[in-house]
């Protein structure tokens, strides 16, 4: 069954049904003009909003709708996770070639719904249009008490990762290159359903422990270090034997006759956080999230980003580039 | 000049500039992963989302950039208004060619801008992808003190409309058949620069007027009237020659061959407000709203669509549908 087969609005009515969901803030959801939320669990409003689009952000040959569904979700959470807050409300702008099977839609729509029932979304509205190109566009609200900015990273500061980096890029590789081998879920788990670190970056702030500045890594650690540094104005060293690795991502830089180091440092998706604070508050936060944070570097007075692996060289932003 | 010359985050800077805007409400605008804002300026949150893709929504042959950022912007204010509220945040989400200039898109960002400022909106975020196809994605918050939603239309309720209905189609058709005439620019700028009938909707709201429930016509009068009696569980009965019609767009539809009613009836992105309210509370609105709002018809118990033009008729909607 194809939605021309159902049309627009008998598509909506099952999309409502698989995410639909009750909260005692939310007046009106899916189906009017706008919908209807009371105000945010936390002092501040956050905003963020991502597009997804068919051969740009998503594979098909790769990724199951669900997949999809799920992991562009989670990147509008990670969006919120690295402002130092909580989501709440999603509204989903999809945009579908007549053609698509019904089916396929409510899939992706389950995706979405798993990612966002684990992290406390409601989907509260959106839209549904014609399109040569499948894509969807998520704006996604969430609240915070205090917001980490990009631009608080201090000189001296501690800079630190969640997880492991460049986990993803090794499952990107393994559907690119076709690689196989039982070490290799791992990587493909974290390419097509990453976690947003919403929990960790909570724990930090129930804890007390001052993050002066913090993005999710999306496009890149080079990349978006170098996003940190320039709204900061600060540089900054890392240290190439510090950043945390999987031993399955070495894996698969080892069967691709790749150096991980290009994963690590230019490997988009991993979706953790890049933090700056200052070595007291990173050696709390390395007791409240014991091995789940680890120090790269520290942010320097002058304002270029260097590598140190043995002796100091340049960093060359190269993440994702979209033009 | 292209994007591809200038890169993601140099059209960002520009783009910046263009929509640059402040409120002590607003805490962090574009270029972090969230925007932050304060709370809504009154109770409750609305949120609306909409797409916007070329060869669907928007025709470059008709209309400059500037006319679909300026529109675009408009059809999200315009649901805004249908809900009593006030527009106040928006992000945007591009998908863009490689190929496309620096200057058109900066033009469509005018457009916006303009749209914006006219409605007290500030561009708080947004996103840009590379995409085949070119198309903008818009979510827009607002807020009302009372909400007015499509399912509170009672039985023996006045239907009523703001404005003049089909002058977006007869431009529409003034575009599609090649029509000229100097009486045609009234359709053209209606089709191409429609205004969202936010003052008008808020003019009700300050003189205490009582709106059971509202939509705006984007789809059509048949199709957006179908809605609203779904949603409220009652039926309509809509007089014919009561439906406020302008001379041009008669003018249009004589040209074209074609029935005026058609355009009233299913011809869509007028974005009047469709409001049905008792008899009392719309003699009230006639006076503060004056020739501006107009009584089509009436809310009944038998929940079918029917249209009076010296005899009873079934109404089928027949609106623009995606699929």
Redesign the interface.
């Known amino acids: 069954m194809q ?2 087969d ?3 609005f008998g ?1 909506i009515d099952r999309l409502r049904k698989i995410v639909k969901s009750e909260s005692k803030n939310l ?2 959801g899916i ?10 669990k936390r ?9 997804f ?1 068919e ?3 998503f594979n098909r040959a790769w990724a199951t709708w669900n997949d999809i569904g799920y992991k562009a979700m989670m990147a509008n959470v990670s ?2 996770a ?2 130092g ?1 909580i989501p709440e ?1 999603a ?3 999809l ?2 070639p ?1 053609k698509t099977n019904v089916k396929d839609v409510e899939d992706l729509y389950r995706g979405i719904g798993l990612a966002s029932t684990n992290n406390g979304v409601h989907i ?10 499948t ?1 969807l ?1 998520i ?4 609240s ?1 008490d205090k ?1 980490i ?3 608080g990273a201090k000189i001296g500061d501690v800079i630190a990762v969640t997880g492991t980096l460049g986990l993803a890029h090794a499952g990107l590789r393994i559907f690119q290159k076709k690689l196989t081998s039982s070490r290799n879920n791992l990587g493909r788990t974290k390419f097509l359903r990453p976690e947003a670190r919403i929990k960790w970056i909570n724990v930090l702030i129930r804890n007390k422990i001052k993050v002066n500045a ?3 890594l999306s496009d890149g650690l080079a990349s978006d270090l170098g996003h940190v540094c320039k ?1 900061s104005g600060v540089g900054a060293v890392i240290d190439l034997s510090a950043i945390p690795v999987a031993v399955a991502t070495q894996k698969v830089a080892t069967m691709a006759h790749e150096n991980v180091m290009d994963y690590v440092l230019f490997g988009g998706e991993d979706y953790e956080l890049l933090l700056s604070m200052s070595k007291k508050e990173f050696i709390k936060a390395k007791i409240v999230l014991k091995q789940n944070i680890h120090a790269i570097g520290f942010a320097t007075r002058d304002k270029t980003l260097k590598v140190f692996d043995g002796e100091f060289r340049t960093l060359t932003p190269k993440g994702y ?3």
Chains 1, 2 share one sequence.
């Open positions: 939605i021309k159902v049309g627009e598509l007046f009106l189906g009017d003009d706008a919908a209807v939320v009371g105000s945010a002092k501040y409003t956050l905003v963020t909003t991502d597009s689009v051969q740009v952000h969006d919120i690295a402002m807050g409300w509204v989903i702008s945009n579908l007549d509260v509205g959106g839209n549904v249009s014609k399109a040569s190109v894509s566009h704006t996604l609200l969430g915070a917001v900015p990009r631009s913090c993005i999710d709204a580039k979209h033009f």
